[in-house]
């Protein structure tokens, strides 16, 4: 199994980034996914969900302004972020759901800066 | 929301002793399924988050057997027996009863 999140950046407040997490070593189809974030030298943080027939859920802080996605095709999970924020300054991280988050991405950073 | 109390923020410890980590939630990780939906991950610089344990006692498979989960309804421990020097990391607990889900502030292992 792996997941590789990319799509980062600087970006400016107000304006959009979209993530990508690309999957492989199993049957992407079949999970559900999260995105988790860590604020610099903070804890971790969920993001969103999205379960393997495209429902999804959101926290509230980013309801609205993200929408988590997928691609089954191209074995990918998306997130887009718009009217970004500074304090969504973070590394970014995709996890499969298994009994729990059981494979985690090595992250991509995300700062939100003018 | 579920609130996560890991109260340690840092931990130190000896090589080859045993340490436990602490995690309380705000309300019952008990589903009427029998199953607690409290989860434990280990953060080590450089490399991706691992998960330990599941449904609180659980181990993930290849987990060395050092790592024990433990607790019910709102108490949790994560305990690391005979402590190695690849176990200095940030451990996490996460439930994952009630969304939105929620993590724990962390608990950093360091050695003494």
């Known amino acids: 199994v792996q997941l590789v999140e990319s799509g980062g950046g600087l970006v400016q407040p107000g304006k959009s980034l979209k993530l990508s997490c690309s999957a492989s070593?199993?049957?992407?189809?079949?999970?559900?996914m999260h995105w988790i974030r860590q604020a610099p030298g903070k804890g971790l943080d969920w993001v969103a969900y999205?379960?393997?027939?495209?429902?999804?859920v959101y926290a509230d802080a980013v309801k609205g302004r993200f929408t988590i996605s997928r691609d089954n095709a191209k074995n990918t999970l998306y997130l887009q972020l718009n009217s970004l924020k500074s304090e969504d300054t973070a590394i970014y991280y995709c996890?499969?759901?298994?009994?729990?988050?059981?494979?985690w991405g090595q992250g991509v950073m995300v700062t939100v800066s003018s | 929301q579920i609130t996560l109390t890991q109260q340690a923020e840092s931990l130190w410890v000896s090589p080859g002793e045993k340490v436990s980590i602490t995690c309380r939630a705000s309300?019952?990780?008990?589903?009427?399924?029998?199953?607690?939906?409290l989860s434990w991950y280990q953060q080590r610089p450089g490399q991706t988050t691992k998960a330990l344990i599941y449904?609180?006692?659980i181990r993930t498979d290849g987990v060395p057997t050092r790592f024990i989960g433990s607790g019910s309804g709102t108490e949790f421990t994560l305990s690391i027996e005979d402590v190695q020097p690849e176990d200095i990391a940030l451990y996490y607990c996460?439930?994952?009863?009630?969304?939105?889900?929620?993590f724990g502030s962390g608990t950093k292992l360091e050695i003494k």
């Open positions: 996890a499969r759901v298994g009994a729990s988050f059981d494979y």
């Open positions: 070593g199993f049957t992407f189809s079949s999970y559900g």
């Open positions: 999205i379960s393997s027939s495209s429902g999804t």
């Open positions: 309300q019952s990780l008990l589903y009427t399924d029998g199953k607690h939906y």
């Open positions: 449904h609180a006692s």
């Open positions: 996460l439930q994952t009863l009630k969304k939105p889900l929620t």
